[in-house]
């Protein structure tokens, strides 16, 4: 290989590109510690060169070619030759799934956690004793509960007895979590990223987003990647194949392979929001088939706990995670929303358009009954909250309205030749 003439400004030529250590294996690709040109980078290897693989390698280099956004992983470009990889920035705390998930990194917090709390409780014998004694009474409880569960088949509640466990579950869950402010900034970044996705003309789907696909850096930086099955909408809908995403994260309609849209990717990032706000990894004790059915067929429900150390986001999740499409917030809504509870950043708020927008009737029109009540702790954003009507709703609302009406552009026409005719 003499000299390197790449075919477009994206390839790389691979004599420039050092392999390092094996990072990471993903469902298509390995993921190797590299460096190109003196900056350290990821480097995605395919595992294997069926065609496949390859037709999802080469929409995921056009994908990331136009993407440019600070929560969306910056790519740096491919190469073809010895492989097919692509090059990336290097996210180096890795995937948000190993950052919540990993034994080490639990482990790690929990003794964070208690070391802090053995500086505060210094003093308050009493307590610890009340929570000795509820921790006996709630394991005793919760035995007798588990048990007349289990005689069941799995049920909604079963699912939310799991999630609740003994009360040391409970308190070592609670050790172990994701501090709050990083929770925050999780689904700030994450919501920022899919609503750019969502808003480019036309919207790209990510349809595989989850915690494995959000990265992490050493500054707490959080990108979206892993765009091999992103799909740039071009109809109200996209076709569905269930068998490329990954269950515990795939929204119901996309499990039963119907047609989807925007909200499959809403309801991925509720799964993220329940990872965050509970700690766990969404349907652990599961096979991916068990998911299939109970989420797509038997309408369970990942288990919601009764309060969070950020209630907000535990009412967020929980409308991501309607099992209605039509009833998810769109991600630009879920951006607004975080913003304006988290509080913008004090310029934001005297900020103004480039450009005054043009009015979106659709969008101002009044929300559906019982959402304002729904919000509960989203109340702080009422305007925001005021979801559209559903589509359906929304059409049937405007056919009524046309019926009530029928000659009112008539008459408007009429005026408007009669005005002609005096002037
Ligand atoms: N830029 C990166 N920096 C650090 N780790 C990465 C990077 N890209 C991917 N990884 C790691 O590799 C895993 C697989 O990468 P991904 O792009 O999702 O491949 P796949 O398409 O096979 O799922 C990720 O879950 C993450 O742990
Ligand atoms: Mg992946």
Redesign the pocket.
């Known amino acids: 290989m003499r000299g390197f003439a790449p075919r477009c400004e994206w390839e790389l030529d691979p004599r420039q590109v050092l392999v390092g250590r094996r ?7 390995e ?1 190797f510690l590299g460096k190109y040109e003196g900056t350290v980078v ?1 480097i ?1 290897r395919l595992l294997t060169n069926d065609a496949a693989t390859i037709e999802r390698f080469v929409g995921e280099v056009r994908m990331l070619a136009r993407l440019r956004h600070p929560n969306l ?1 910056l790519f740096m470009g491919y190469c073809t030759l010895p492989e097919l990889c692509i090059v ?4 180096s705390k ?2 948000l ?2 950052v919540l998930h990993s034994p080490e990194a639990r482990k790690q917090r929990a003794a964070a956690a208690r070391k802090q709390e053995q500086q505060h409780s210094r003093g308050h014998p009493a307590e610890e004793q009340n929570a000795e004694d509820a921790e006996e009474n709630a394991a005793a409880g919760n035995a007798a509960a588990a048990a007349a569960a289990l005689a069941a088949a799995p049920s909604q509640e079963f699912l939310s007895l799991e999630l609740a466990g003994t009360a040391a579950e409970q308190q070592q869950r609670r050790l172990e979590a994701l501090e709050p402010k990083l929770q925050r900034l999780v689904a700030v970044a994450v919501a920022r990223g899919m609503a750019y996705l969502h808003t480019r003309t036309p919207p790209i789907l990510h349809l595989d987003l989850k915690s ?2 959000i ?1 992490v850096d050493e500054r707490w930086r959080v990108k979206i ?2 765009f ?1 099955l992103s799909r740039a909408r071009q109809r109200t809908f996209v076709s569905s194949s269930a068998q490329g995403g990954t269950p515990e994260w795939m929204a119901p309609e996309v499990l039963r392979c119907e047609s989807v849209a925007e909200p499959a990717d809403v309801y991925s990032y509720g799964v993220v929001l329940w990872e965050l706000i509970t700690g766990r990894a969404p349907w652990e004790n599961y096979n991916p088939m068990q998911v299939v059915a109970m989420v797509g067929f038997r309408e369970l429900q990942l288990p919601l706990p009764t309060s969070a150390s950020e209630p907000f986001l535990l009412e967020l999740c929980k409308r991501c995670l309607a099992r209605d499409p039509a009833a998810r917030p769109s991600f630009p809504q879920i951006s607004a929303l975080l913003d304006q509870h988290y509080g913008p950043p004090s310029w934001a708020a005297h900020a103004t358009p480039l450009m005054p927008p043009t009015p979106r009737p659709a969008l101002l029109a009044p929300a559906a009954a019982g959402a304002g009540a729904e919000a509960g702790s989203l109340r702080q954003a009422p305007a925001v909250i005021a979801l559209p009507a559903p589509p359906a709703a929304a059409a049937a609302q405007q056919q009524q309205q046309d019926a009530e009406q029928p000659c009112r552009p008539v008459i408007q026409r009429l005026l408007l030749v009669l005005l002609l005719l005096l002037f």
């Open positions: 990072l990471a294996v993903g469902g298509f690709a993921v990821a995605k992983i990336s920035e290097f996210m890795g995937s799934y190993g494995p696909n990265l990647t892993d091999g």
